[in-house]
């Protein structure tokens, strides 16, 4: 757990004592234990590289209060809450790996799961391409299916080429951690990517539907609210390139 992070971290003989807050945490009424990354060295000149620390911290552990589950725009499904840490004693053997570690390990983390989170993207993309194409084909204006209406054909071709090339992208970044290599750059750019075209399909999708897309009476407004998070959570889509845009300057730079 990182979001708004507000966490105040103490040693207290062979333990470390938890104090402070952390909000948008995905099941976290659910877990049987947290990932907590805190601040161990308290100099603000220290580089966030080595001034954090990774705990795993116990759900039943005396002071763990989870939050309320929050009711989200979409997605509403998950489990999402604030955690509330008051004097949460941490075993010095729950510290992973030394501490200053934290941040490198959370990034290393990130590689192997912003490829199945963009998995998820490109599925719902594809159900809103599935959605708005059985419909375009139901629907008739003027004495044609709609999906006849150039207008109408080149959003559902803009989707196909979106879901298609994202799905690449996603196998792409999978395959690299197949190969054992480093996939900072492919697992960013399927997330960034992928996130980009749910949105993309779920707009056009409730496009096509016209009014009815904006009832609740309909699959395709629900796509649209769940799209959002995409491109927020696991890295919103601007860290995503900022980090695709560092990776390839990195490349650049090596190569001369």
């Not at 062979?14 to 308290?42: C, E, H, S």
């Not at 949105?199 to 539907?209: E, K, R, S, Y």
Request: glycine share 10%; hydrophobic share 40%.
């Amino acid at each position: 757990m990182w979001p708004q992070s507000k966490l105040k971290l103490s040693k207290k003989g062979d333990k470390y004592i938890l104090n402070g807050q952390k909000m948008w945490i995905t099941n976290g009424g659910v877990a049987n234990w947290y990932f907590v990354l805190a601040r161990t060295d308290p100099d603000p000149k220290c580089s966030p590289g080595k001034a954090f620390s990774g705990f795993i911290v116990e759900r039943d552990s005396p002071g763990v209060t989870p939050g309320r589950k929050e009711i989200n725009m979409g997605q509403r499904a998950s489990d999402t809450r604030g955690i509330t840490f008051e004097d949460v004693e941490v075993p010095a053997e729950n510290l992973l790996t030394v501490e200053g570690a934290g941040f490198k390990i959370a990034m290393g983390a990130f590689d192997r799961t912003r490829p199945p989170v963009a998995a998820g993207a490109v599925g719902l993309g594809q159900r809103a391409l599935d959605e708005a194409t059985k419909y375009s084909m139901e629907r008739k204006t003027m004495g044609q299916e709609i999906c006849k209406h150039q207008a109408v054909a080149f959003m559902l071709a803009d989707m196909c080429i979106g879901v298609e090339t994202a799905r690449l992208a996603v196998l792409k970044s999978a395959w690299e951690i197949d190969q054992g290599r480093r996939n900072t750059y492919y697992a960013s750019i399927a997330k960034c990517l992928a996130g980009d075209v749910a949105n993309m399909c779920a707009t056009n999708a409730v496009q096509i539907f016209g009014g009815n897309g904006y009832n609740t009476e309909y699959p395709v407004e629900k796509l649209m609210r769940d799209a959002k998070i995409y491109q927020i959570y696991e890295g919103t889509a601007q860290i995503q390139r900022m980090i695709i845009s560092r990776e390839w300057l990195t490349q650049a730079k090596n190569k001369h």
